[in-house]
């Protein structure tokens, strides 16, 4: 048990930190959709892969905003315990010695409780997450040695220094993948008959392996398993999956030799034959689908139609977002970290509350 306290409450913290990721990103959303940058989605889908990268680099940003805090004699650091404790024996907080002390470890009780397995409830919960977890791993093993079979039986179409183009007359949708050493773009053959779907969806596939959103998606696949019960992990996946296509389509026809007309008309007729057929044949046309398409649609028209307008690079706008994202996270994350019990201020609280217990005893007899 010892060896997964740790375990486990470096999970609790990273949960904490991607849950404040959600908040600051939906904040920062708003502050984009009232700025010109708001169809800027190529610049959105790169701040919200520094958001995550954030997330991921959290505890060493946590140990950054600790390094700054002692560099500058910041008494107490920024840890939430530290400045409860403090804010306590200042007499802002007027409770109980005792309760306070009990609030304060409600983190330490629960994971002790957790591993202890005293409270069927919380064993049960943990038992049906256990199961889900096991399933999403056997899916993903599934679908990995699906990709694989597919792959092995495509042809060969061309072949660059990193890149793989493969027909299959096994799909029916275009779709760009990694494997260990090389990335493969696979084709249905049957574009074969039509050059310009043929051109648009190896436009639309190439787009995506350039920008790593191949990557990007796997990890977020190999996260699911151990976050799919965080509200937040799910927003921040589909915020992902809305900006991945919205990106790629405006940077696929913000190339000379692709035309928006015919490259917008390609999308939205083979839009209309997936909602008609119930699966898409071409392009990613992802979230295209239920009672939100018409909105997600109307996105990924008014992304091709502002793409020329858009600039590639990212704005000053968007650089001061990813600066704040690291300093909240980095903040966020420090503030999260566990309280040290042999400090001044917990020591002071500590003979307090063993005061407050020896009056009490006193009282009683």
């Given at each position: ?101 009990a609030l304060l470890n409600t983190r330490q009780r629960w994971i002790e ?72 773009v696979v084709l249905p053959s049957h574009l074969l008959n039509t050059p ?49 296509e919205l990106a790629c389509d405006q940077s696929v026809v913000s190339r ?110």
């Amino acid at each position: 048990m010892t060896a997964v306290k740790p375990v486990l409450d470096a999970f609790l913290e990273l949960n904490l930190v991607l849950a404040l990721a959600a908040i600051v990103w939906i904040a920062a959303r708003y502050v984009v959709s009232m700025t010109q940058m708001r169809h800027g989605f190529v610049a959105q889908l790169r701040a919200l892969k520094i958001l995550c990268l954030c997330v991921l680099l959290s505890p060493l940003l946590a140990i950054g905003a600790g390094l700054v805090m002692a560099m500058y004699s910041v008494e107490g650091g920024v840890a939430i315990g530290d400045l409860a404790v403090a804010a306590y024996l200042r007499g802002d907080i007027a409770m109980p010695a005792t309760q306070f002390e009990a609030l304060l470890n409600t983190r330490q009780r629960w994971i002790e409780q957790t591993l202890a397995g005293e409270n069927p409830i919380i064993s049960a919960i943990l038992v049906v997450m256990a199961l889900y977890s096991a399933v999403c791993i056997l899916r993903i093993i599934r679908d990995g040695f699906a990709i694989r079979g597919i792959v092995r039986s495509s042809y060969l179409w061309r072949s660059s220094e990193k890149v793989d183009i493969r027909l299959s007359d096994r799909v029916t949708v275009p779709f760009a993948v990694r494997g260990l050493w090389r990335r493969h773009v696979v084709l249905p053959s049957h574009l074969l008959n039509t050059p310009s779907d043929m051109r648009f969806a190896l436009a639309h596939e190439l787009q995506h392996v350039r920008a790593a959103d191949v990557e990007w998606e796997l990890g977020f696949e190999l996260l699911r398993p151990f976050l799919f019960w965080n509200p937040a992990y799910l927003i921040l996946k589909f915020q992902f999956d809305r900006l991945r296509e919205l990106a790629c389509d405006q940077s696929v026809v913000s190339r000379r030799e692709i035309n928006a007309v015919e490259y917008t008309s390609c999308l939205l007729n083979y839009c209309s034959n997936s909602v008609m057929r119930g699966s898409p044949r071409v392009l990613n046309v992802a979230l295209v689908k239920g009672g939100k398409a018409k909105r997600v649609l109307r996105q990924r028209v008014i992304a091709l139609a502002d793409a020329p307008a858009i600039q590639p690079t990212m704005p000053p706008l968007f650089f001061a977002l990813s600066v704040a994202f690291a300093v909240i996270l980095a903040l966020g994350a420090a503030s999260l970290q566990p309280v040290d019990d042999w400090s001044h201020d917990r020591l002071m609280l500590s003979t307090v509350v063993n005061l407050e217990r020896l009056e009490a005893r006193n009282q009683g007899n």
